[in-house]
């Protein structure tokens, strides 16, 4: 069984930034996606940013140039740094590794408001 332990959500301000981490345990491929996804209030689960075992990066459009997806494969840990926060932004996000039997985390709520 796997896993997926979010922390480093929050509410901040608009033009602030968090940094969410993912920290996956248990019988994981060497080789894999991982990543993160969003859900607003009344809204469908979108992709945010996904990133591979190999580093190969993808965005979605709304928030390309503003947030970073990075990961350590030794701690099959995956971070998402968002920055030059909006208030569209503000959702719960959940952190999702792949591909094939997909897993996901518990979620971690992100508010942006002033």
């Known amino acids: 069984q796997v896993q997926l332990v979010e922390s480093g959500g929050g509410l901040v301000q608009p033009g602030g930034s968090l940094r969410l981490s993912c920290a996956a345990s248990?019988?994981?491929?060497?080789?894999?996606?991982m990543g993160w996804y969003r859900q607003a209030p009344g809204k469908q689960r979108e992709l945010v940013a996904t990133?591979?075992?190999?580093?190969?990066?993808n965005y979605a459009d709304s928030v390309k140039g503003r947030f970073t997806i990075s990961r350590e494969n030794a701690k099959n840990t995956v971070y998402l740094q968002m920055n030059s926060l909006k208030p569209e932004d503000t959702a719960v996000y959940y952190c999702?590794?792949?591909?094939?039997?997909?897993?996901w985390g518990q979620g971690t709520q992100v508010t942006v408001s002033s």
């Open positions: 990133i591979t075992t190999f580093g190969q990066t």
């Open positions: 248990g019988s994981i491929f060497t080789l894999n996606v």
């Open positions: 999702w590794l792949g591909p094939g039997n997909a897993y």
